[in-house]
């Protein structure tokens, strides 16, 4: 059974660009959170997919936004990136709604 | 709003010791959930014991125990036996009941293991 996957792994982008990162969940878990965590930090959450809709939100700008699928996979979209984007951005998944299982992460370096 | 403190950046114990990592947290909730996470250079953050806060009993989990201290908000993680693997950053994470998954996260404690 394979476990919480994102893709890319890392990615380089310049300043004002968009980008898209994407989370597979474990499978049978249909719960979908994002977090980001910048260098030395503990992971913030930005934002969290349930039945394709966002269910809560934290302390983000709009430019990041996302969109989950019918078969529970979600994306998160970054727009007009800012050097201080770049961060690990970690999707967690679950099921049981206490336990989170967490990907690898994508690591964005902004430019 | 919930915060998590962890005032260790670092700690260091020798192979086969046992080390306690500390966790403040302050929340006027009375019912939540508190979590070990564990992150090594892999970058795949690991479940490593979670609490319940109704629950009376200290969980444990093989080598990793917590200590979980209701009143004074005190949460901390004790490895025994340390092991070179145990080496990672450590966060203390709380969530609140209610339909909610949130995670709030403290800034990390590095673990150092030395052989």
């Known amino acids: 059974d394979a476990g919480v996957t994102q893709s890319p792994t890392h990615l380089i982008k310049t300043r004002g660009q968009q980008v898209t990162l994407r989370c597979s969940p474990k499978?049978?878990?249909?719960?979908v959170s994002w977090y980001q965590q910048a260098l030395g930090q503990g992971p913030q959450f930005i934002f969290q997919?349930?039945?394709?809709?966002?269910?809560q939100r934290g302390n983000f700008p709009d430019r990041f936004s996302g969109h989950q699928f019918p078969n529970y996979s979600s994306e998160l979209n970054v727009n007009a990136l800012l050097l201080g984007d770049s961060a690990l951005y970690l999707c967690?998944?679950?099921?049981?709604?206490?336990?989170?299982?967490f990907g690898p992460g994508t690591r964005l370096t902004v430019t | 709003a919930q915060t998590v403190t962890q005032s260790q950046p670092e700690m260091s114990v020798q192979e086969a010791e046992t080390v306690t990592l500390s966790c403040t947290y302050d929340?006027?909730?009375?019912?939540?959930?508190l979590f070990w996470y564990k992150q090594p250079p892999s970058r795949q953050m690991i479940l490593v014991i979670r609490?319940?806060?109704?629950?009376?009993q200290n969980a444990t989990e093989n080598r990793f125990s917590v200590n979980f201290q209701k009143a004074a908000k005190s949460f901390s993680l004790k490895i025994s036996d340390s092991q070179l693997g145990d080496a990672a950053m450590y966060f203390c994470?709380?969530?609140?009941?209610?339909?909610?998954?949130?995670?709030?996260f403290g800034t990390g404690t590095r673990l150092t293991i030395i052989p």
């Open positions: 994470a709380y969530a609140n009941p209610g339909g909610n998954e949130k995670l709030t």
């Open positions: 997919y349930y039945e394709e809709e966002e269910r």
């Open positions: 499978s049978g878990h249909d719960t």
């Open positions: 967690a998944s679950s099921w049981d709604r206490y336990e989170q299982y």
């Open positions: 609490q319940e806060a109704y629950k009376q």
């Open positions: 929340t006027s909730e009375s019912d939540y959930y």
